[in-house]
């Protein structure tokens, strides 16, 4: 059997960064204990865009880069984790929200009922997650983090919204 084409890429760009880049010793827990939440849109990869280093920050990727109740229950688990280290979210952790123009949820906003399923909501409701305006739902996800009832209070988090079409980040007004 033969690979593929684009196997074989990922094979040879995986020598090169275990040549290149590879950084042994790394900790489980975050160097910068920075958390972002991201889209898995291939133009948005978070430690990109964010300048980030292997081992710097820990990254959730889903459509949209939104809070959903199993990114929320993924967190809970994670600080389980970082509690075992010996750690918690609120000391001295900082959690992004990473949302950006151009998404491709926005080409779902028809399918009310997948929408609604994905954030767990009935279709009632889905005004609420501002499908249609990154800069209005990092707010509401910003805040569906701090509500989280098996999360600290003081959690430093933080909203962002890219632009494909600068490079640019926006930290959105309010959310600090």
């Known amino acids: ?25 790394l900790k489980i827990i975050p160097s910068l204990k920075i958390f972002v939440i991201g889209c898995v849109d291939p133009r948005v990869d978070p430690s990109l865009i964010l300048g980030l280093d ?26 389980k984790l970082t509690q075992a280290a010996g750690g918690d979210f609120d000391q001295g952790w900082t959690f992004v929200v990473l949302q950006h123009t151009d998404c491709g949820i926005l080409r779902m ?36 983090i701090r509500g989280a009832h098996d999360l600290p209070s003081g959690m430093h988090c933080v909203g962002m919204v890219y632009d494909v079409n600068t490079g640019l980040v926006e930290v959105a007004t309010g959310l600090e």
Request: with cysteine; aromatic share 4%.
């Open 109 to 144: 906003q028809g399918e009310r009922s997948k929408l609604a399923g994905f954030f767990g909501v009935d279709e009632g409701s889905l005004e609420a997650k501002c499908v249609g305006d990154p800069h209005a739902a990092v707010g509401g996800d910003i805040a569906a």
């Open 54 to 79: 292997l081992g710097e920050s820990a990254v959730i990727r889903n459509i949209g880069g939104r809070v959903t109740s199993s990114v929320l229950d993924e967190l809970v688990l994670l600080r």
């Open 1 to 25: 059997m033969t690979m593929s084409d684009s196997v074989q890429q990922l094979i040879q760009g995986n020598a090169g960064f275990a040549t290149h880049r590879f950084a042994s010793g």
